[in-house]
């Protein structure tokens, strides 16, 4: 498996470890769908350690995000490279998704009220 399921102030993270194509891309679509069954409607997705994304992944990520916000869920996204910032603007989807620049502000997003420690 190529995806890292971690935990933090109630937002689940999975943490991508590869490049998106088709393969990674239903693992990433079953994966949330197993968190949204368990109870977990805030994800985050960590795309750190990611270089490249095709299309399908980004169909996938707006369907599962589409499907997250039925149960007033959100999917946001973080450590989005230059090049994956560039694809999600040519796509015209960097609008629909909240981008942080790391996981950890991505998670902080869902509780703005929450101090820092």
Do not use: W
Request: aromatic content about 8%; some cysteine.
């Amino acid at each position: 498996m190529s995806l890292k399921l971690t935990q933090k102030d109630g937002v689940t993270i999975i943490t991508l470890c590869s490049d998106m194509d088709m393969e990674e891309a239903v693992e990433v679509k079953n994966c949330i769908a197993s968190v949204v069954e368990g109870g977990g409607y805030q994800i985050v997705l960590d795309f750190s350690r990611v270089q490249h994304i095709n299309s399908t992944g980004i169909g996938i990520l707006a369907e599962r995000l589409h499907y997250l916000r039925t149960y007033a869920g959100d999917l946001r996204l973080a450590g989005l490279n230059p090049y994956l910032q560039h694809i999600f603007e040519l796509t015209h989807v960097r609008s629909v998704f909240r981008m942080y620049a790391t996981p950890a502000e991505a998670v902080q997003s869902y509780h703005p009220y929450m101090v820092a420690a």
